[in-house]
């Protein structure tokens, strides 16, 4: 089929190594479908991918690609491949893999389902990852129920801005911390209380039965939140400090009754439809703060690094 452009850098470093290049469009197997991606997300992921802050990980060799979700339409479907057709609008990630700034990806179809068909691309694209992630994590891990008490850590963010909404239809009192000039916002999306976290000392905000963070540092001191039978649940840790990190939630889950149930979203298609579902019924809302167009991708890294954001930075690929 051909060439395709995408999203790539040939060294880690500064947003400024991303570049549009050009690779060949995948040749599917029996067993996969390629979808024609219209749009994906700025995830907190690729910034760490970009720089290198997980290079045991994802390794030394280049090109390396961005990107881990994606919204389109299938292109083509592989021969064992049943219950997808060609045209059909999709949205999806890739599990445990990156690259899905490109105009073509080849998926599994367990990796994919129907895109609200409410909403455009772009908007999609930017409730993805956060819908799975906080249905995921506040239902699924934390078991949150009616009537409990959950703290938001980066309630305006992309995760934190849809777990903000999933807390508030789960029944629960919704609390955020988010920066000063997204304390409207994020009340706006549900939450009961929002508080500055740069001038809210931890200690005055009283004990949580979950408490969700999405921004990774200072977690012991989080969990000192958690009320007796507490959960918290960590989306990310501090990339700045990584084995520190990772040293909490594993002492947390070995020693701890109110221990933090870490884990690493990878969804399946009954996952990715139920979002779906949450966001045709208008439970869950899209928060794109800026749609960047393919080649200014660094821009949207740029922007995504220097705080601030609402919901997610998106990036229209065709």
């Known amino acids: 089929m051909g060439e395709m452009k995408a999203v790539l850098f040939d060294r880690y470093g500064p947003p400024e190594v991303l570049y549009v290049g050009r690779l060949p469009v995948p040749v599917i197997g029996p067993d996969e479908v390629l979808v024609r991606v219209r749009a994906a997300a700025v995830n907190g992921g690729d910034l760490h991918d970009r720089t290198g802050k997980v290079r045991l990980v994802t390794g030394r060799a280049f090109p390396k690609g961005c990107g881990i979700d994606f919204a389109g339409e299938v292109a083509g479907v592989g021969a064992a491949v049943r219950g997808v057709r060609e045209g059909e609008r999709v949205w999806g990630l890739l599990g445990r893999r990156t690259g899905s700034m490109a105009e073509y990806v080849a998926v599994s179809p367990r990796r994919i389902a129907p895109a609200p068909d409410n ?39 992309g995760v934190g801005s849809v777990a903000v909404q999933v807390g508030r239809l789960l029944g629960a009192h919704v609390v955020a911390l988010a920066g000063g000039g997204n304390l409207d916002f994020v009340r706006g999306l549900g939450a009961e209380d929002v508080r500055d976290h740069r001038r809210t000392p931890l200690s005055t905000l009283g004990r949580f039965d979950v408490v969700l963070d999405t921004v990774g540092t200072e977690q012991s001191r989080v969990r000192g939140l958690l009320a007796p039978g507490g959960r918290m649940v960590a989306v990310t840790v501090d990339f700045d400090r990584p084995l520190a990190g990772i040293g909490t939630v594993l002492g947390s889950v070995v020693h701890g009754k109110g221990r933090i149930r870490a884990f690493s979203g990878n969804p399946d298609s009954a996952l990715l439809a139920e979002a779906g579902r949450l966001a045709e019924q208008g439970d869950v809302v899209p928060v794109v703060d800026t749609v960047h167009p393919l080649d200014r991708v660094a821009d949207a890294h740029r922007a995504l690094e220097a705080g601030g954001v609402r919901g997610k930075h998106v990036v229209r690929v065709a």
């Open 119 to 157: 909403l455009t691309p772009e908007e999609a694209v930017s409730l993805l990852a956060g819908a799975t992630t906080a249905v995921t994590a506040l239902r699924d891990k934390a078991a949150l129920q009616p009537g409990e008490r959950l703290l938001v850590r980066g309630g305006s963010g």
